[in-house]
């Protein structure tokens, strides 16, 4: 029989927990230069691949979990209600069941996303991870960081990556229950890096990461080759990192990025997350680099470009790209 998410948190869990008083976590949201994209298990979010991303430093989910009185849970995204028949607030009671279960306490759980709208930047990842952490110290639980980790995942794959600023490694693991599927920080920095958000068209209703990926999955066979892409790249990045060889980082996550993209285009119905601006602006990343500008991209799965560069080079890609939102990822 198939581990459920419940069957795997309680085990570490004591049977019931003390009511909590209140509780306030914020996680960042990251970016993969090594995509997570595939899963093993559906219900655990146990991937077919290992990843690695770089955090977003003060970009991110900020959540409070207090009781709430009038005997009802309540769900509250950047200061408005969620209706509990809405998917984000079915998602985020979903996730508070995990640890809650029996104990009959109503709550009121309130995210506020830091993440600027312009940036079109999915915020799942950090949102469970900042619910995970609020949760954790709301029910007094001292869960260790990879508990803490592998729990996020199962809200969402990427959240197990968000528990943790700097450059993140998740272990894909082996196991059925995938306890041994968490993420790690790396210890290596690397000041003079940026992030540069760049949305370049305002997205039509997408396919999420979570369809998008299951698709590629079923019907995509070029996604035969994609772990193998990901363990070379994932070696390649943790190489670069070690040596701060950032035209090896750069180009490693360009390539990652696109193949995941070719795994997604070869899937059917086809899934193009591109829009024409989004090809625009990868031609005008490839010319300026042509030009002698170190310059690249990563991009997920929607329409926006994030492009990696050095604090040296800042001036000039934020002349090129007007409205860049940079990131400086290892601002202290
Ligand atoms: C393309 O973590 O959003 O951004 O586990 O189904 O919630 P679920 O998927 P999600 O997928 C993220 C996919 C990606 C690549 C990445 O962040 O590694």
Redesign the pocket.
């Known amino acids: 029989m198939k581990l459920t998410k419940q069957d795997v948190v309680a085990r570490f869990l004591p049977a019931t927990l003390a009511e909590g008083a209140q509780a306030e976590a914020f996680a960042p949201s990251n970016i993969?230069l090594c995509?997570?994209?595939g899963k093993r298990d559906k219900e655990l979010?146990l991937p077919i691949n290992s990843?690695l991303?770089v955090s977003l430093a003060h970009l991110g989910s900020r959540t409070r979990i207090t009781p709430s009185d009038d005997g009802a849970d309540h769900v509250l995204l950047n200061g408005e209600e969620q209706p509990l028949d809405s998917k984000f607030a079915g998602k985020v009671i979903a996730f508070v069941e995990l640890f809650r279960r029996e104990l009959d306490q109503p709550l009121t759980i309130d995210t506020h996303n830091n993440i600027p709208t312009a940036a079109g930047l999915?915020s799942?990842?950090s949102g469970f991870a900042a619910l995970m952490l609020a949760l954790d110290k709301f029910y007094d639980l001292a869960l260790e960081p990879q508990l803490l980790s592998a729990f996020a995942r199962m809200g969402?794959?990427?959240?197990s990556r968000s528990i943790y600023q700097g450059f993140v490694e998740w272990q894909m693991g082996h196991r059925e229950d995938g306890m041994d599927s968490y993420a790690m920080p790396l210890e290596q920095s690397w000041p003079e890096l940026r992030v540069g958000l760049l949305k370049v068209a305002t997205g039509e209703k997408k396919v999420d990461?979570?369809a998008g990926?299951q698709r590629t999955v079923e019907t995509a066979h070029l996604y035969q080759s994609w772990p193998l892409q990901a363990a070379a790249d994932l070696e390649k990045l943790t190489d670069a990192i070690v040596r701060r060889d950032f035209e090896l980082l750069g180009s490693t996550a360009e390539q990652n990025a696109l193949s995941?993209h070719a795994t997604m285009i070869a899937s059917w119905p086809p899934l193009l997350y591109w829009q024409p601006d989004s090809v625009a602006a990868m031609h005008q990343v490839w010319q300026l680099r042509a030009d002698g500008l170190p310059l690249y991209f990563t991009m997920?799965?929607g329409p926006n470009l994030k492009l990696l560069f050095s604090a040296e080079h800042q001036q000039a890609v934020c002349d090129a790209f007007e409205q860049l939102e940079v990131v400086a990822p290892f601002s202290g």
């Open positions: 993969a995509k997570y994209w979010n990843s991303s999915a799942s990842a969402s794959g990427s959240a990461s979570r990926m995941m997920d799965a």
